[in-house]
């Protein structure tokens, strides 16, 4: 019977989540993104763009449109550097030294997002191979992963910027473990990055994290910014980046609408589709977002 109830719910909340996937990209398109970050520019908040690749998209497309963002910010004046997604490029090394061969000129900055734990390995193998190359590169790493910690440590000795989120895949969980407590983790690596020389981008939209983490890496002294995702509420962690007088990024998504949560996560924690129905509720809109259908 609840089970039954379970899929009903489900059943009437799937157009929501869809739809509310639309929400967190720009638009299909390069344009639809840099219409976006113009917009925010006008705000004063900078930018990274990722072009979001669609189920079995070959790696040469996705470097394709991976090297159309480089150009296209190349002709422009924004503060915006390029994400990628090693795995969707087949961790090519040929593919990446393309790319930072066209970056490279013009101060283009290419950053790695984290993905499943089964990537993070080839990741970084990637990520050592393109600093080798030169360029300004950076990583991200999840609080949640127990890596992280170490990884903090690659990523200092390599001169990469780093983005600390939460994490949206769990830990691989070597012997069994379970999963470090994902704020507990976030601070913990904030610290481990604190006084060691590289940027640092605090992603997160949980406000009071975000305040905690940036108080912490201004006392240090190490240079930081508050990153937050196109698409999901800013207003409070905003507020928390004027407190600590740091500047603010928004990472625009174009092409393939994925949720930041997947649909699966959603069904196993309603409050996703909760926070999802309550900003389409308020209608709170991002600077450049297309007049929603
Ligand atoms: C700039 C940026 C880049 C990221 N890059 C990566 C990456 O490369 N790899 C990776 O694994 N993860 C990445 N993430 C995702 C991150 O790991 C978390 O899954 C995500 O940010 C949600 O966690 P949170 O820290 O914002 O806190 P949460 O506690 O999950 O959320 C805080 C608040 O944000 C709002 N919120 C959160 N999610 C939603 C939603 N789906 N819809 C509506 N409201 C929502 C709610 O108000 C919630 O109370 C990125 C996040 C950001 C902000």
Redesign the pocket.
Known sequence: MIARLRRLVWVSWRPIAER?ARA?VAGPTLSDALRVCDALARQGLAA?ICPWDGPGDPCRRVADAYLAAVHALARATLDCYV?I?APSLGFSGDLVAELLEAARPHGCGIH????GPEAADQSWALLAEAAARGGRLGC?L???WRRSLSDVDRAVELGLRV?V?????ADAGGGGAPDLD??DG?LRVVDRLAGRGCRV?V?????A??GQALARLRDAGTACEL???Y???ARQ?LQAARAAGVPV???VPYGHAW???GLSQ?RRNP??LW??M??WLLGWRWPGAAPSV
């Open positions: 509310a967190y990274t994400s997604k790695f997002d984290s993905l991200t999840p609080g949640r983005r989120v939460k994490g949206q895949w994902a704020r976030f981008a992603a997160t939209h949980d406000h994290l975000a990153e937050l995702l698409g999901l509420p962690s990024r928004v990472y949720l930041p949560y959603a409050r996703i926070w999802t309550k900003d």
